[in-house]
T-cell receptor, first 112, second 117 residues
Framework: GESVGLHLPTLSVQEGDNSIINCAYS??????FIWYKQESGKGPQFIID?????DKRQGQRVTVLLNKTVKHLSLQIAATQPGDSAVYFC???????????FGAGTRLAVHP | GAVVSQHPSWVICKSGTSVKIECRSL??????MFWYRQFPKQSLMLMAT???????TYEQGVEKDKFLINHASLTLSTLTVTSAHPEDSSFYIC????WGQGADTQYFGPGTRLTVL
């Protein structure tokens, strides 16, 4: 079965620095990957997604990198702001957008 | 775009009672909705997949008679926790598949905090 894990449970960064959150997955058939941001007491908020036919995708201040060889993806946040403080989850799907498996989550703490 | 709402946002009930949670896609139609539960400081666990007009597909270990799901329209799915017990206390989150923010993916509601006394 699929398992999804994160390398770092907590990440502390200084405001203005770049943040990198990592995620590993186990199922080589996985073909869809998403990053969500969850603030305390709220539902997950979509950040960015990437399909297996790509290895990089950029959004506003965020970049997702996918390395299918080692089954690893990362979320890079540029110029991290206090409002970026939250728990970040990677989610992995096989065969499309249904049945997403979520990673354990990484808490990002941004310090002024 | 792709806004999902849930009602209620929180509920407290006595053990043995049933609780209904509504999930609505506000600005799009969702043929598929999903129900997750999340315990404190843990990740999201998929409970079931709900398709409009058909029976829900439950994940292994989720009791379908305890967690009743109805997806009567393209914008509404409901989760009823029957005969709730304290161990059912959790954060229940729904998502709906649709287009928004430049992606066809799952968009999540704000969650419902259930506390069973």
């Amino acid at each position: 079965g699929e398992s999804v894990g994160l390398h770092l449970p907590t990440l502390s960064v200084q405001e203005g620095d770049n943040s990198i959150i990592n995620c590993a997955y186990s199922n080589s058939a996985s073909d869809y990957f998403i990053w969500y941001k969850q603030e305390s007491g709220k539902g997950p908020q979509f950040i960015i997604d990437i399909r297996s036919n790509m290895d990089k995708r950029q959004g506003q201040r965020v970049t997702v990198l996918l390395n299918k060889t080692v089954k690893h993806l990362s979320l890079q946040i540029a110029a991290t702001q206090p409002g970026d403080s939250a728990v970040y989850f990677c989610a992995v799907g096989a065969g499309g957008y249904n049945k997403l498996i979520f990673g354990a989550g990484t808490r990002l703490a941004v310090h002024p | 775009g792709a806004v999902v709402s849930q009602h209620p946002s929180w509920v407290i009930c006595k053990s043995g009672t049933s609780v209904k949670i509504e999930c609505r896609s506000l600005d799009f139609q969702a043929t598929t909705m999903f129900w997750y539960r999340q315990f404190p400081k843990q990740s999201l666990m998929l409970m079931a997949t709900s398709n409009e007009g058909s029976k829900a597909t439950y994940e292994q270990g989720v009791e379908k008679d305890k967690f009743l799901i109805n997806h009567a329209s393209l914008t509404l799915s409901t989760l009823t926790v029957t005969s709730a017990h304290p161990e059912d206390s959790s954060f229940y989150i729904c998502s709906a598949r649709g287009w928004g923010q430049g992606a066809d993916t799952q968009y999540f509601g704000p969650g419902t905090r259930l506390t069973v006394l």
